[in-house]
């Protein structure tokens, strides 16, 4: 149902995956690592994964593999979330 959390979370993932496809780190719906992205890009992509783990459920992103933490990061993007 339409509602303004689900609303908020489509956004914040359209917004995630819009920045790893413009980062080319989203190939076929897989994460591709990438340690240059610069501070402020990295930070977005920490903030909005932070938002989704905090108010829904990141098993819930396609892209994301199941049982995807925060502190899989490094692993899967390439850069902390420090």
Do not use: C, W
């Not at 932070?50 to 993007?77: K, N, P, R, V």
């Amino acid at each position: 149902p339409l509602s303004a959390p689900n609303v908020s979370k489509l956004s914040q993932e359209y917004r995630l995956k819009k920045i790893l496809v413009d980062n080319n780190m989203l190939v076929d719906n897989k994460i591709i690592k990438n340690s240059n992205l610069g501070t402020k890009v990295e930070n977005e992509i920490v903030d909005i994964l932070l938002y989704l783990a905090g108010y829904h459920h990141l098993d819930d992103i396609e892209f994301l593999q199941d049982g995807f933490y925060i502190s899989d990061m490094e692993e899967i993007f390439g850069f902390s979330n420090n």
